[in-house]
């Protein structure tokens, strides 16, 4: 071999192993793993053999995703929508919650917590660069498409956090009180213009609008009533609607997804469609034309309680004629929790507790079918992918 073809396989073989563990050129979704519930016959407690929380950066290019990175020691938590993770725009950040964290006074116990942690996804390793604080229960995280403002909702509070985003820098900005301690806030959706978010309430049943000017974020007076305890929200990319699961009660009774008009003058709810017990989250695609709902389908429930299931559910939504129309439905894992749709809306993934995995769906418009599944450190309690609200 001459010195030429020497120095061009050496090369190679660095630039592979500078690649190895970054984000460059991947398709990243991030599952943030919770390694302290352990859940008995629908009992939850503290795990005594618990992994630490961590977060796990996947790649989706490919036939199967593939994990670039595990960073360790990330507080995160189950408790709240599976948005507890969100990526910004340019896939160089990501923000953790946790809503709860083992008490210190008492292994035994959950109580809240406020961690907000940052963790640079271009770094090589990925690695935290920022420990913060949100609010007491911080849990869904919103970014706008700008990549300049995030949103995170405390369900301690009845308060959402501010943060400013600029390079690698988040910064705290304040926060808005919805005027109730007890209102529970679970999830702020930003509009894809920033002008605007859509806060879900679990303590008091409803959705409100939130105005944005810059870094300045009120409380407007249009309030939307649409389900039970409403939890996980999303837009779709052109503005024109919204997407809302209600959790319900947890008592064994069908729940629901709502379609918010957002073209209304004021904002309404078009539709409103029965899924099953607890539908934990929901996705949209980026070409906005299919929705993905985690429905927890009792798996999280006591058998003796008559609402039990082995596994839980995946469904497929579209929007027709101002209606939820269901297009395709699969099994899901134990207590299951976020979907995330691949860019070109063929793979879908879906987190759950009891497996402790990430599982891999393909669709083709019409049939949702598994295809694998990626183990994780703990269960999977939050999954996001870039461009997700």
């Known amino acids: 071999m001459s010195l030429g073809s020497l120095a061009r396989v050496m090369l190679l073989v660095w630039t592979i192993a500078l690649l190895s563990g970054s984000t460059a050129g991947a398709e990243v979704a991030v599952s943030a793993n919770d390694g302290k519930p352990k859940l008995t016959d629908g009992v939850v407690t503290v795990d005594p053999n618990r992994a630490p929380d961590n977060i796990v950066i996947l790649d989706l290019k490919g036939p199967m995703p593939k994990v670039i990175a595990t960073v360790d020691n990330v507080p995160t938590s189950v408790v709240g929508p599976p948005t507890s993770v969100a990526i910004t725009p340019d896939e160089s950040l990501a923000l953790v919650s946790a809503s709860t964290k083992v008490d210190p006074n008492d292994p035994t116990k959950f109580v809240n917590d406020n961690a907000l942690t940052v963790i640079d996804l271009k770094a090589n390793p ?145 539709d409103t469609a029965s899924v099953g017990q607890s539908p934990e989250h929901l996705t949209i695609s980026r070409d906005g034309k299919w929705i993905a709902v985690s429905v927890q389908n009792g798996s999280n429930r006591p058998g003796v309680s008559g609402f039990a299931s082995p596994v839980g559910l995946v469904q497929i939504y579209t929007i027709k004629n101002r209606k939820l129309v269901k297009v395709a439905e699969a099994v899901q894992g134990g207590w299951p929790q976020g979907v995330a749709f691949s860019h070109d809306g063929k793979t879908l993934l879906a987190g759950n507790m009891v497996q402790k995995s990430v599982w891999v769906y393909s669709f083709d418009g019409k049939t949702l079918k598994k295809k694998g599944e990626v183990p994780m450190k703990g269960g999977s309690a939050g999954l996001r992918i870039s461009g997700g609200n």
């Open 126 to 270: 990925p690695a935290v660069i920022a420990k913060l604080e949100a609010g007491p229960g911080a849990t869904g995280i919103s970014i706008n498409k700008q990549g300049t403002l995030a949103l995170v909702a405390n369900r301690g509070d009845g308060t959402v956090s501010i943060f400013t985003i600029s390079g690698k820098t988040v910064t705290p900005a304040g926060k808005v009180d919805t005027g109730n301690p007890k209102s529970v806030p679970n999830h702020p959706a930003i509009s894809p213009d920033g002008t605007f978010a859509l806060l879900t309430r679990s303590g008091d049943h409803m959705t409100t609008v939130l105005s944005i000017d810059g870094s300045k974020v009120e409380v407007t007076k249009r309030n939307i009533f649409a389900g039970l305890s409403p939890d996980a929200i999303e837009i779709t990319p052109d503005g024109a609607w919204a997407v809302m699961a209600n959790i319900g009660m947890g008592q064994g009774d069908a729940d629901t997804i709502s379609l918010i008009d957002l073209k209304a003058n004021p904002p309404r709810v078009a």
